[in-house]
């Protein structure tokens, strides 16, 4: 099986920095784009970042210049640095790895979402 596993989250002062990391392992065969995404109570889960294979980068516009997305493809791991962290940051920020990798229908390309971390930031 796959697994992604999301970690850093906390409570954190207005201001200050966080860093999520999250890894794949298992049974994968291949990781192409990963990325963060977030989902605040009361709303649709969103886009925070995303990075391709090549190094690629997406940023929502509410995060650019205070965000950073990396990734370490021989780790299999991506992270999400959050630099002045604002209230409206607080949410559960769960880890989205495409990947091919055993399905219920066999070895298939999708998408794989960790269980999410919690990110509160305080004013």
């Known amino acids: 099986q796959v697994q992604v596993v999301e970690s850093g989250g906390g409570l954190v002062q207005a201001g200050g920095s966080l860093r999520l990391s999250c890894v794949a392992s298992g049974s994968i065969v291949k990781i192409n784009g990963m990325g963060w995404y977030r989902q605040a109570p009361g709303k649709q889960r969103e886009l925070v970042a995303t990075?391709?294979?090549?190094?690629?980068?997406n940023y929502a516009e509410s995060v650019k210049g205070r965000f950073t997305i990396s990734r370490d493809n021989a780790k299999r791991t991506v992270y999400l640095q959050m630099n002045s962290l604002k209230p409206e940051d607080t949410a559960v920020y769960y880890c989205n790895t495409e990947a091919v990798g055993p399905t219920t229908y066999g070895i298939r390309r999708q998408d794989y979402w960790g269980q999410g971390t919690q990110v509160t930031v305080s004013s």
């Open positions: 990075i391709t294979t090549t190094g690629g980068i």
